[in-house]
């Protein structure tokens, strides 16, 4: 038998924008979605790296060969670099974690609800090596089990690449349970970059400066100030109001968001229905939005009334949750990795 203190749980949120992880021995870290290698030796004397993670990719791109390498809450697809990437990726977090030498690791993970089955073989690939055993949850379960809401609650959780919707009833979820939605943080990225590309057709900006604008300015419903993002327009740095285009943008998710809770809402026991619209909660990066959590509850009107909150930590919130599913789990749920 191995005895506890020889096993490292963790519990990893692999998102598109940012990654988390929590381990049993009490260690948490956050890394932008990002991995970079130096494009040649002059990058590699300049980086004095051969890989780079994260805000320091990020930072460094203009040397390195860069990788977004999830897409929608998934390995891209056809791209041996990209599995390369979340393959490192994934290395990097489990040392960030503090692995020792010699210690089995037991890794939850958490996917978009319904890239369960997709996503399982090309997980798993990416984590052989690393960790010893794995057991893959939908993101928003994840978030429900981290928080004891396993009973009569919706969680929706709006990542960079999907929005995810689970509805928990004292079990496992079931694919009717959940839904997954592209209409997200990218796509709000996407919207507000089309639109300020309209406002300021001579102006040059990039999506990096897009989704820096949108973290911090970011709204539903009526705005406490003018939204102003300064960047190079004919050449000279410039002030260009861009409210109206960030109130549509960020506003662009809430009609699919609240269609699809609605829907869900509909699927549940009738007797049931009115507890579970109480207990709407928010997680993920889109939680954040000020605003958000008072649209969708303005959207329960239509059925009586309910209650929408945002988790307390929408950074580590998956991946606590995967910690307490990876220490709760028996030793049949896990699906062993070979070397």
């Known amino acids: 038998m191995t005895s506890k203190k020889d096993v490292l749980h963790v519990g990893i949120d692999l998102g598109t924008s940012r990654s988390a992880i929590a381990a049993s021995n009490g260690t948490k ?5 990002y991995v970079g290698w130096p494009l040649d030796m002059v990058a590699r004397k300049i980086v004095k790296k051969t890989i780079l ?3 320091e990719a990020l930072e460094a791109r203009s040397m390195l060969d860069l990788h977004r390498p999830l897409e929608r809450g998934l390995i891209k697809q056809g791209s041996a670099k990209d599995e390369e990437a979340v393959h490192e990726l994934l290395k990097h977090l489990i040392a960030l974690a503090g692995r020792q030498e010699g210690q089995r690791v037991e890794a939850v993970v958490g996917v978009p609800a319904e890239a369960l089955r997709v996503s399982r073989q090309h997980l798993r690939g990416a984590v052989k090596g690393i960790a010893d055993a794995l057991l893959i949850v939908s993101e928003p379960f994840a978030v429900a089990y981290g928080m004891d809401a396993l009973l009569h609650t919706m969680v929706i959780d709006i990542g960079a690449g999907t929005t995810d919707f689970c509805v928990m009833n004292g079990r496992y979820p079931t694919e009717e349970d959940q839904r997954t939605l592209t209409h997200a943080g990218d796509s709000i990225d996407d919207q507000l970059m089309k639109l300020v590309k309209t406002k300021a057709p001579d102006g040059r900006f990039s999506i990096h400066m897009i989704r820096e604008w949108k973290e911090k300015f970011s709204f539903v419903g009526d705005p406490k100030q003018p939204v102003v993002a300064r960047f190079p327009v004919k050449g000279r740095p410039a002030d260009v109001d861009i409210t109206a285009e960030m109130k549509k943008a960020c506003e662009s998710i809430v009609g699919p968001i609240a ?4 829907d869900l809402l509909s699927k549940v026991e009738p007797e049931y229905q009115e507890k579970v619209q109480r207990n709407v909660i928010l997680a993920g990066g889109g939680s954040l939005i000020p605003g958000l959590a008072a ?4 959207v329960l009107l239509e059925v009586g009334g309910g209650r929408v909150r945002a988790v307390e930590d929408p950074v580590f919130a998956g991946a606590n949750g ?5 220490i709760d789990a028996p030793e049949g749920e896990w699906e ?4």
Do not use: D
């Not at 870290?29 to 979605?33: F, G, I, N, R, Y």
């Not at 269609?259 to 609605?262: F, G, I, R």
């Not at 995967?322 to 990876?326: H, K, Q, R, S, V």
């Not at 062993?336 to 070397?339: F, I, N, S, T």
């Open 29 to 33: 870290h956050v890394v932008e979605s």
């Open 53 to 55: 993670f994260g805000a």
């Open 259 to 262: 269609e699809t809770m609605l």
């Open 295 to 298: 649209a969708l509850e303005k």
């Open 322 to 326: 995967g910690l307490a599913i990876a």
């Open 336 to 339: 062993p990795l070979g070397a």
